[in-house]
Nanobody, 126 residues
Framework: QVQLVESGGGLVQAGASLRLSCAASRRTLSSYSMGWFRHAPGKEREFVAAITASGGRTGYADSAKGRFTISRDNAKNTVYLQMNSLQTEDTAVYYC???????????????????WGQGTQVNVSS
């Protein structure tokens, strides 16, 4: 079982940037495709971005395209989410997740992911 730990959240003003990290322990992430999801109060959890195991392909939600970038460093066993031009509607708890079944996939479905971190809070003020 892989343990995922997110970090990098915080309180920022609209227009600022944050970089979230997702570090893994117990198992290497290099065989898994990875995703970022977020959950805002009163809303359902939603897909943000995903990356294949090799890092060769990525996928983004429409709300993230052009502003967010997902990347990974398999040598460091870490996945990142660079978030630029943050908006108040980006306020949420952000979770990383591992898809152990399909290393080639950038699934937008949370049911495709087997392991989840505990989340990191991102608050964007106006």
């Amino acid at each position: 079982q892989v343990q995922l730990v997110e970090s990098g959240g915080g309180l920022v003003q609209a227009g600022a940037s944050l970089r979230l990290s997702c570090a893994a322990s117990r198992r290497t992430l290099s065989s898994y495709s990875m995703g970022w999801f977020r959950h805002a109060p009163g809303k359902e959890r939603e897909f943000v971005a995903a990356i294949t195991a090799s890092g060769g392909r990525t996928g983004y939600a429409d709300s993230a395209k052009g502003r967010f970038t997902i990347s990974r460093d398999n040598a460091k066993n870490t996945v990142y989410l660079q978030m630029n031009s943050l908006q108040t509607e980006d306020t949420a708890v952000y979770y990383c997740a591992a898809n152990k079944s399909a290393f080639w996939d950038t699934s937008v479905q949370d049911t495709s992911y087997d392991e989840w971190g505990q989340g990191t809070q991102v608050n964007v003020s106006s």
